[in-house]
């Protein structure tokens, strides 16, 4: 959710990227940041999942790249183990950020922008697209077969839920303001270049687009709990076929709100909501929850569909000491390849 900042990171070109496929791609003249595996310094290597008939991903926002909390990438580290994925969908690197993180893990990274990242065991190669800093794309060679992912962090400005009244009663004051009309033109960006990018392969491939979307889901705003909003940003994908990992697996929103942003912003200043999401296309979804930290005095313990990390978390202020290293829960889930009659 935090704004993001002005600088950019350039990576160097490494020669142990793979080699670039045929597909007519264009590419970056700095290729990607890599890390093999065997140069990581905590011991954490990941193993090349070559065999696995399923993918399991998190997606998150590492808070200003971790600069909010004390020891910030030893609890990162322990965040991404405890989930046992294969490909991480990062906001907020602030730069170098995910970079480290990837060094630690034994992970190869793409990167295109200072602010979001594809963490992986398997061979990756970023795509250059016209959505920095704001999404980076990349091809992945799964165990399930090739797949294009994106890591996305839409613009923060001119949060919808902050006009709750309005909403309610002249829903086109909060739908043309610039932040939400700028978030909606993005998420048209990143279906736009998706398009390019599978126009250029030999055949499709399954779509991955994960990450904060600084907005909520119409999934979650139907009538029921909250007043009938349909998002323009998170809905354009819905109507482009994707499906909402969390709410696939956890349809009932009284049992799972899933409420991602912001478990350590005081309620009174912060108003709640599902703004972090794994929209996939071309897989099957089998599984899917949130990871976070638990506030003392919080319901979350008992809700549907998240799992805790850590003991110690305490709102801001005094926030440093957290065990869990984010202002934002992450998401993971597992997909698989989809059934012959699907």
């Not at 602030?94 to 034994?106: D, I, K, M, S, T």
């Not at 909501?273 to 930290?293: P, T, W």
């Not at 319901?299 to 926030?319: K, T, V, W, Y």
Request: aromatic fraction near 10%; glycine fraction near 6%.
């Amino acid at each position: 959710m935090t704004t993001p900042g002005s600088h950019t990171k350039t990576f160097s070109q490494s020669s142990s990227t793979s080699a670039a496929s045929p597909l007519d791609i264009r590419q970056e003249s700095d290729e990607m940041p890599y890390v093999s595996p065997t140069s990581a310094s905590s011991g954490n290597n990941y193993v090349y999942p070559a065999n696995k008939t399923s993918l399991a991903l998190l997606s998150w926002n590492i808070w200003k790249g971790g600069a909010e909390i004390e020891d910030a990438l030893r609890k990162q580290i322990g965040v991404i183990t405890q989930a046992h994925v294969d490909i991480v969908f990062i906001q907020e690197s602030n730069g170098a950020g995910a970079a480290r993180l990837a060094h630690e893990l034994g992970m190869n990274v793409a990167q295109q922008g200072y602010d979001c990242a594809i963490l992986t065991a398997f061979p990756v190669r970023r795509v250059l697209t016209d959505t920095a800093p704001y999404a980076t794309a990349a091809l992945i060679e799964t165990s399930l077969g090739d797949v294009l992912a994106w890591s996305v962090h839409l613009a923060p400005w001119d949060y919808g839920p902050y006009s709750l009244a309005n909403l309610q009663h002249q829903p086109e004051a909060v739908f043309t303001q610039k932040g939400e009309q700028l978030r909606t033109a993005q998420a048209q960006k990143i279906l736009a270049e998706t398009t390019r990018i599978q126009e250029s392969l030999p055949q499709p491939v399954p779509v991955i687009v994960a990450g904060d979307f600084n907005v909520p889901s119409g999934e979650d705003w139907a009538g029921e709990f909250r007043p009938y909003v349909q998002w323009p940003a998170t809905q354009v994908f819905i109507d482009q076929g994707f499906q909402d990992a969390f709410r696939i697996c956890h349809p009932n929103v009284e049992e799972a709100p899933g409420l991602t942003w912001s478990f350590i912003e005081p309620l009174e200043r912060e108003p709640r909501d599902r703004i972090d999401f794994i929209y996939v296309k071309g897989l099957m979804i089998s599984a899917a929850h949130h990871l976070g930290g638990v506030v003392e005095g919080s319901p979350l313990q008992n809700e549907l569909g998240f799992e805790a990390f850590g003991s110690r978390n305490h709102e801001i202020p005094d926030h440093r000491k957290n065990d869990f290293p984010s202002d934002h829960f992450a998401v993971s889930a597992s997909l698989q390849l989809l059934n012959e009659t699907e």
